[in-house]
């Protein structure tokens, strides 16, 4: 079964600073997703950034940007030129490739909640 | 920008009544899921829906949940008998067939079961 691990309950980082977030996972899977979601005060899940394991090249969106360690199965997310409306739970998760019905579902790991101070 | 909807947004039931939790995928999409998340917890994984039947579900979607995909656009979520612990936020997700592993999630249905 796989896994994901978020081993930062909370941070803070100053506005404009840059702060990442880290994600491990665990999975016997060769081709799978990972995602990094949002979750606002409104609870909305909106999707930040997504990663293909068989792509090499880290995903970027603007001044977010991944780094993803196939072997080391990392996967952490770094917020350059925080916003105040980058506060929020962040959530990454996991969806192993399928063909079908079988595309499989996200598994999220517990999240990071972040706050970003003026 | 099509989006999730979800219906209704906040819902008050007594233990024991049955609830209909429903959502509107975006229109061009195939698979259809279900996650709940507790208050304070991890969004969790609760069914996935594919041509027209379940093609996955967890330990959690016991004999009390039920999903339909009535008419070909609304997709639903029942309890039939709700309890307690059943108090969760509940997202609906929809992903299409080319969009390389992205669900979108709708904006989610706050249930509180008294």
């Known amino acids: 079964a796989q896994t994901v691990t978020q081993s930062q309950p909370e941070m803070s980082v100053q506005e404009a600073e840059t702060v990442t977030l880290s994600c491990t996972y665990d999975?016997?899977?060769?081709?799978?997703?990972l995602f990094w979601y949002k979750q606002p005060p409104s609870r909305q899940m909106i999707l930040v950034i997504r990663?293909?394991?068989?792509?090499?090249q880290n995903a970027t969106e603007n001044r977010f940007s991944v780094n993803f360690q196939k072997a080391a199965k990392s996967f952490s997310l770094k917020i350059s030129d925080s916003q105040l409306g980058d506060t929020a739970m962040y959530f990454c998760?996991?969806?192993?490739?399928?063909?079908?019905?079988?595309?499989?579902?996200?598994?999220f790991g517990k999240g990071t909640k972040l706050s970003v101070k003026p | 920008e099509p989006e999730v909807t979800q219906t209704p947004s906040h819902q008050v039931t007594q233990m024991g009544q049955e609830v209909i939790l429903r959502c509107v995928p975006i229109?061009?999409?195939?698979?259809f899921y279900w996650y709940r998340q507790i208050l304070g917890q991890k969004v969790e994984f609760l069914v996935s829906?594919?041509?027209?039947?379940?093609?996955?579900k967890s330990e959690i979607f016991d004999d009390q949940f039920s999903v339909e995909r009535p008419d070909g656009s609304n997709f639903t979520l029942k309890i039939r008998s709700t309890k307690l612990e059943d108090s969760a936020m509940y997202f609906c997700?929809?992903?299409?067939?080319?969009?390389?592993?992205?669900?979108?999630f709708g904006p989610g249905t706050r249930l509180l079961v008294l």
């Open positions: 997700a929809s992903r299409g067939g080319t969009t390389h592993g992205t669900q979108y």
């Open positions: 999975t016997s899977e060769n081709n799978y997703y």
């Open positions: 990663q293909e394991a068989y792509k090499q």
């Open positions: 998760a996991f969806m192993k490739h399928g063909n079908g019905g079988s595309q499989g579902n996200l598994i």
């Open positions: 229109s061009n999409h195939l698979y």
């Open positions: 829906f594919y041509n027209n039947e379940i093609s996955e």
